[in-house]
């Protein structure tokens, strides 16, 4: 559950980034922040994945 | 704003009907090819959800679709912050209130969007095969087809923020999207991913064995759906191009030779690749790799060169085959259309090819960036969001039918009666009284 809900916070996380370097931002930094808050994305994607993987590895 | 949707002439009209009379081959398409990658003890099931899916998707639509999605130079409600408007929802009346029906550009864009919608509202059926209750699904459908999907399409397509990236913060033309890579094709594979993590995996797919190949129950339907999906697909890349991106009708040739060349391109990038790796071409594979490389070309069919186009569908075919067994055998997500390969990585493809390959008349500075901010919304709120909506509505009303359903089939245990019932007999289709 903890990961399930980390995932989801990272995803929502990631984007606010986004939105903030493109709101705030007007330079090569913005570059710079879009690409980070896609990184976050990935990684709350990644613990989405690993959230949905645990159960399985136990029923097995 | 996406330009030059405004000033429509009859003939351009005229054509972009022809263009949106294509679109139903897709939905058709898809349809055929989900169904025979499934079991064939729910193919009957899986084509009815087919039909109950684009009712629902085309109702949740009619009701409250469009007046979120709105379009282009149409009331919408914008937030002004940090010295720009961000457009962020239409504000149309419910049931085409305020929509003439007539040849007006809007209006042409909510007959495509109805096909469409239900294209984005039958890739989830992939991923949720053999084991997704109908009324689940129906229902699931509902909360895209009405809330989702035209929150995002009303952000890309409707004037919304993302495609004013270009006028109100210099990135380019702004966040673009001819075909519908991320309002239908990224938006339908994410969702398909968020339905396959909570309906789980098949019955004896993951076992301490390791994972078992359930293949699809009929080849030739998959590779029949691909080809139908192919017009179907010209059909919304053109009108889309016309519509949303302000392509005039003498730029169809081109839209409509990069989407076939990089479908064709997308099922050899596939066949060569599982010819490489497993010694044999593999046809649901090929399939998988079509669709995803048709995916991609409707992120990018009116920017680039056939050559590009074609490079695309090369590498879109290949991405697919790689995520449809990485999903399988490395992240236990089972999905047996392949629809999150499929659509949303072969679409969420197409819009970085869209920002990579573009012609230079089509990618002034910062397109590559706008394409990003498009991405990153798609990962970081449509997927939330989805899965959100899936997990409330699992709570409220299980979307997994029972382990006696599954074991009987869908079409037996929630329909009554198999596809095939004069000449596959399955044992294990029968309860044991």
Same mark, same amino acid.
């Given at each position: 559950?903890?990961?399930?809900?980390?995932?989801?916070?990272? /995803?929502?996380?990631?984007?606010?980034?986004? /939105?903030?370097?493109?709101?705030? /931002?007007?330079?090569?930094?913005?570059?710079?922040?879009?690409?980070?808050?896609?990184?976050?994305?990935?990684?709350?994607?990644?613990? /989405?994945?690993?959230?949905?993987?645990?159960?399985?590895?136990?029923?097995? | 704003?996406?330009?030059?949707?405004?000033?429509?002439?009859?003939?351009?009209?005229?054509?972009?009907?022809?263009?949106?009379?294509?679109?139903?081959?897709?939905?058709?398409?898809?349809?055929?090819?989900?169904?025979?990658?499934?079991?064939? %003890? $729910?193919?009957?099931?899986?084509?009815?959800?087919?039909?109950?899916?684009?009712?629902?998707?085309?109702?949740?639509?009619?009701?409250?679709?469009?007046?979120?999605?709105?379009?282009?130079?149409?009331?919408?409600?914008?937030?002004?912050?940090?010295?720009?408007?961000?457009?962020?929802?239409?504000?149309?009346?419910?049931?085409?209130?305020?929509?003439?029906?007539?040849?007006?550009?809007?209006?042409?864009?909510?007959?495509?969007?109805? +096909?469409?919608?239900?294209?984005?509202?039958?890739?989830?059926? !992939?991923?949720?095969?053999? %084991?997704? =209750?109908?009324?689940?699904?129906?229902?699931?459908?509902?909360?895209?087809?009405?809330?989702?999907?035209?929150?995002?399409?009303?952000?890309?397509?409707?004037?919304?923020?993302?495609?004013?990236? !270009?006028?109100?913060?210099?990135?380019?033309?702004?966040?673009?999207?001819?075909?519908?890579?991320?309002?239908?094709?990224?938006?339908?594979?994410?969702?398909?991913?968020?339905?396959?993590?909570?309906?789980?995996? %098949?019955?004896?797919? +993951?076992?301490?064995?390791?994972?078992?190949?359930?293949?699809?129950?009929?080849?030739?339907?998959?590779?029949?759906?691909?080809?139908?999906?192919?017009?179907?697909?010209?059909?919304?890349? &053109?009108?889309?191009?016309?519509? +949303?991106?302000?392509?005039?009708?003498?730029?169809?040739?081109?839209?409509?030779?990069?989407?076939?060349?990089?479908?064709?391109?997308?099922?050899?990038?596939?066949?060569?690749?599982?010819?490489?790796?497993? !010694? =044999?071409?593999?046809?649901?594979?090929?399939?998988?790799?079509?669709?995803?490389?048709?995916?991609?070309?409707?992120?990018?069919?009116?920017?680039?060169?056939?050559?590009? &186009?074609?490079?695309?569908?090369?590498?879109? !075919?290949?991405?697919?085959?790689?995520?449809?067994?990485?999903?399988?055998?490395?992240?236990?997500?089972?999905?047996?259309?392949?629809?999150?390969?499929?659509?949303?990585?072969?679409?969420?493809?197409?819009?970085?090819?869209?920002?990579? +390959?573009?012609?230079? &008349?089509?990618?002034?500075?910062?397109?590559?960036?706008?394409?990003?901010?498009?991405?990153?919304?798609?990962?970081?709120?449509?997927?939330?969001? $989805?899965?959100?909506?899936?997990?409330?509505?699992?709570?409220?009303?299980?979307?997994?039918?029972?382990?006696?359903?599954?074991?009987?089939?869908?079409?037996?245990?929630?329909?009554?009666?198999?596809?095939?019932?004069?000449?596959?007999?399955?044992?294990?289709?029968?309860?044991?009284?």
């Amino acid at each position: 559950m903890l990961l399930k809900t980390g995932g989801v916070f990272f /995803l929502l996380s990631g984007w606010a980034i986004v /939105l903030a370097a493109l709101a705030l /931002l007007r330079s090569a930094a913005q570059g710079g922040f879009v690409a980070a808050g896609l990184a976050v994305e990935l990684g709350g994607l990644g613990m /989405l994945v690993r959230a949905h993987m645990a159960p399985r590895a136990r029923g097995r | 704003m996406n330009g030059g949707a405004s000033d429509f002439s009859a003939a351009a009209a005229a054509v972009v009907s022809l263009c949106i009379l294509l679109a139903p081959l897709a939905l058709t398409g898809l349809a055929i090819a989900n169904a025979g990658l499934g079991r064939s %003890r $729910s193919a009957s099931h899986a084509m009815l959800s087919a039909l109950c899916v684009i009712g629902i998707a085309s109702l949740a639509w009619f009701v409250c679709g469009f007046a979120l999605q709105g379009y282009p130079g149409r009331p919408a409600h914008s937030l002004a912050a940090a010295g720009a408007q961000w457009n962020w929802i239409a504000a149309e009346p419910l049931f085409f209130g305020a929509l003439p029906l007539d040849g007006s550009p809007a209006a042409l864009a909510a007959w495509l969007q109805i +096909f469409s919608v239900g294209l984005a509202a039958l890739i989830p059926l !992939g991923a949720g095969a053999d %084991r997704w =209750r109908l009324g689940a699904a129906c229902v699931s459908t509902a909360l895209l087809a009405g809330w989702t999907y035209p929150l995002f399409a009303h952000w890309v397509w409707g004037g919304g923020w993302l495609a004013q990236l !270009g006028a109100q913060h210099g990135l380019g033309r702004g966040f673009q999207d001819p075909g519908g890579a991320s309002s239908i094709q990224a938006v339908g594979g994410l969702t398909a991913l968020a339905v396959a993590w909570i309906v789980g995996p %098949r019955r004896g797919k +993951f076992s301490a064995e390791g994972t078992a190949a359930i293949p699809g129950h009929n080849a030739v339907l998959v590779a029949f759906g691909a080809l139908l999906a192919l017009p179907g697909w010209i059909g919304i890349n &053109a009108a889309g191009s016309m519509l +949303f991106a302000g392509a005039v009708p003498g730029a169809l040739p081109l839209v409509a030779i990069n989407t076939t060349l990089a479908a064709g391109m997308g099922a050899l990038a596939a066949a060569a690749m599982t010819r490489v790796r497993f !010694g =044999r071409p593999d046809a649901s594979l090929c399939a998988n790799g079509w669709f995803g490389a048709l995916a991609a070309s409707s992120g990018c069919c009116l920017f680039v060169a056939p050559a590009a &186009a074609a490079l695309i569908g090369l590498v879109a !075919g290949a991405l697919v085959a790689y995520s449809v067994e990485l999903l399988d055998l490395r992240l236990g997500v089972d999905d047996p259309g392949g629809s999150i390969s499929q659509h949303a990585v072969g679409g969420i493809w197409g819009l970085l090819a869209g920002g990579l +390959f573009a012609r230079a &008349a089509w990618a002034p500075a910062g397109q590559f960036l706008a394409q990003l901010a498009g991405i990153a919304t798609l990962l970081g709120f449509v997927l939330p969001v $989805s899965y959100g909506l899936n997990l409330l509505l699992n709570r409220v009303y299980a979307q997994r039918v029972s382990a006696e359903g599954e074991w009987q089939g869908l079409d037996l245990y929630e329909l009554g009666a198999g596809a095939y019932p004069e000449f596959v007999i399955h044992r294990e289709d029968f309860p044991q009284r």
